[in-house]
Nanobody
Framework: QVQLVESGGGLVQAGGSLRLSCAAS????????MGWLRQAPGKEREVVAC????????TYADSVKGRFTISRDNAKNTVYLQMNSLKPEDTAVYYC?????????????????WGQGTQVTVSS
């Protein structure tokens, strides 16, 4: 099992920044990919950014490219999401997730482990 604990959410004005952190524990050696996902009220959960744990390959959703940056610290088993130029439409519960497989991430169902989520609210 892998346990994931997020932190860093909160309320910020449009144009501001937040950094989310996700600490992984347990069988972290089994992790292939870490991701950040979000779910806004009335909307489906979506993948925001992913990072390969070993090779570091990164992908972003088009909606956050150029504004969000995902990074990892393997020594600390921690993944981060730096969010800049935040918009009201970024308001959502943000989840950290981990995938054990080496396959491509095709959506939320690709992930095996989930954190509890952290609320990000961007006011206009």
């Amino acid at each position: 099992q892998v346990q994931l604990v997020e932190s860093g959410g909160g309320l910020v004005q449009a144009g501001g920044s937040l950094r989310l952190s996700c600490a992984a524990s347990g069988r972290t050696f089994s992790i292939q990919t870490m991701g950040w996902l979000r779910q806004a009220p009335g909307k489906e959960r979506e993948v925001v950014a992913c990072i390969r744990w070993s090779g570091g390959e990164i992908t972003y959703a088009d909606s956050v490219k150029g504004r969000f940056t995902i990074s990892r610290d393997n020594a600390k088993n921690t993944v981060y999401l730096q969010m800049n130029s935040l918009k009201p439409e970024d308001t959502a519960v943000y989840y950290c997730a981990a995938d054990r497989s080496v396959g491509l991430i095709t959506g939320p169902d690709s992930f095996d482990y989930w954190g509890q989520g952290t609320q990000v609210t961007v006011s206009s």
